[in-house]
């Protein structure tokens, strides 16, 4: 056979040839004929595992866990089991939901000192067109329209959630969720950093009638959320301390209106 | 306030909530996200010079895998991601210009400098390394680093748009004159790297 060049060596170390290329690849090693062809292939196998080795030398570890926490989780059939079909189905609940919410909030704006009374005082002021929203369902603010979130994993069981220029009375839910990713849902907009075992959210200061969702891990062994400069809830254990302004509690979520 | 919540904070933009629920189609998101990512973060860092835009581009790759449902076999999608990190490398980083800037204003350590003199080599082989791939073409880079990826000729030669059949010649050639680019920058014999 013509000798094959360096490129057909890499490729049969590679193990890139087909078997009958390879064969004749080894044929021709065989028939070495004193020019070293044997050593000819170690250089090149020699000079590809530098190569690697080199190029190990750059690398860092990679952040796994924060770009996960960051990116969108895979549809879990315990939390929704939505499918395409699901979505365009649940639309229809969607038109019903913000039916509901236009009554309720009409109902809520009769009532004085009502947030919503105080919300739509302000839209009609003309400070704000853009704070109503509506979600497909009550169990679900995350899915509120137009809201993001980023999520990450505590820090040796220690979670501190920062969140600031919230406007008072934006409904807060903060939920304590099985797994070990805490997130922090909010209108678009808002400006996020996040570290290990750490989010630091400021809300846009235009999105007043939108809400805010927390979901900390149950496991977490100490958290604290922290809104506007107070202190909302500490997380020690299993015990939940709520300093700040008093919530509907119930087993798994705490409710805030913020400054209230 | 946690006291053990002393980490470092990075801007992080955030994603819409409603993708956080979202199905992305076949494969089971999570085992592939935890499997790919790593190498592609190591592509990316390899490639950029630069861990946060590596981290920048490796998590776009993912954000635009799940944004447009891509469906198919696991390896096919692994080569879809790895492309668009290659794409948005070459059109936001500069390959480059980029990393000889930012490496003169952040050098590199591969660990954490625990021996000064110890951590001094390290440098100078990372610049010696980076320097290397510096001198190669953008396609021979591309073809290297997917090589140490475990990619096959065909799907390197679908994602550098060149015949499968020419993949071994290109890497080969492009190995030896990266070796040799390093050894000619008068780089220190890095501990672990046999000679050819």
Not at chain 2, 112 to 136: F, G, I
Request: hydrophobic share 40%; aromatic share 6%.
């Amino acid at each position: 056979m013509t000798n094959p060049d360096e490129g057909r060596l890499l490729a049969y170390l590679d193990g890139e040839l087909t078997a009958g290329e390879a064969e004749s690849v080894e044929a021709w090693l065989r028939e070495d004929d004193g020019t070293g062809r044997a050593l000819a292939l170690e250089a090149i196998r020699r000079c590809a595992a530098t190569v690697t080795d080199l190029l190990a030398h750059l690398d860092l570890p990679p952040p796994t866990a924060r770009v996960r926490g960051a990116l969108p989780r895979r549809a879990g059939a315990s939390r929704d089991g939505r499918s395409g079909s699901h979505w365009l189905r649940r639309s229809g609940w969607a038109q019903a939901a913000a039916l509901v919410l236009l009554f309720a909030g009409a109902g809520a704006a009769a009532m004085p000192g009502s947030p919503v009374r105080a919300f739509i005082a302000r839209a009609l002021a003309g400070e704000d067109s853009r704070g109503l929203v509506a979600t497909e369902d009550s169990t679900s603010p995350a899915a509120v329209v137009e809201d993001v979130g980023v999520r990450v994993e505590s820090a040796a069981g220690r979670l501190e959630i920062v969140l600031s220029g919230v406007p008072d009375g934006t409904p807060l839910a903060v939920t304590l969720v099985e797994g070990e990713l805490a997130a922090v849902y909010a209108p678009a907009g808002t400006r996020f950093q996040s570290g290990d075992g750490r989010i630091v959210a400021a809300v846009d200061a235009t999105a007043s009638g939108a809400s805010l969702r927390v979901e900390i891990p149950r496991g977490t062994t100490l958290a604290s959320l922290e809104v506007n400069g107070r202190m909302y809830l500490v997380k020690d254990g299993d015990r939940l301390d709520l300093p700040g302004p008093s919530g509907d509690r119930t087993e798994t979520e705490i409710r805030f209106l913020t400054g209230l | 306030m946690c006291e053990g919540g002393a980490g470092r904070l990075t801007e992080t933009r955030p994603i819409s909530a409603d993708l956080f629920h979202r199905d992305p189609g076949t494969v089971e998101f999570e085992p592939f996200f935890e499997d790919v990512f790593p190498a592609l973060f190591r592509y990316c860092l390899r490639l950029t010079g630069d861990a946060d835009a590596a981290e920048d581009v490796a998590q776009e790759a993912f954000v635009r895998f799940l944004d447009r449902g891509i469906e198919g076999p696991t390896r096919a999608l692994r080569v879809w991601v790895f492309k668009v990190a290659t794409h948005l490398v070459r059109d936001r980083y500069r390959v480059g210009e980029n990393r000889r800037r930012l490496l003169a204003a952040h050098p590199v350590n591969a660990a954490a400098p625990d021996d000064p003199e110890r951590s001094m080599e390290r440098d100078e082989v990372v610049t010696s390394v980076r320097s290397a791939l510096d001198k190669l073409e953008e396609r021979d880079r591309q073809l290297l680093l997917m090589r140490e990826e475990g990619f096959s000729y065909r799907e390197m030669a679908e994602m550098v748009g060149v015949k499968a059949t020419s993949v071994g010649t290109l890497l080969a050639r492009a190995q030896e004159r990266f070796v040799d680019a390093y050894r000619l920058d008068g780089a220190p014999v890095a501990p672990d790297v046999g000679g050819t």
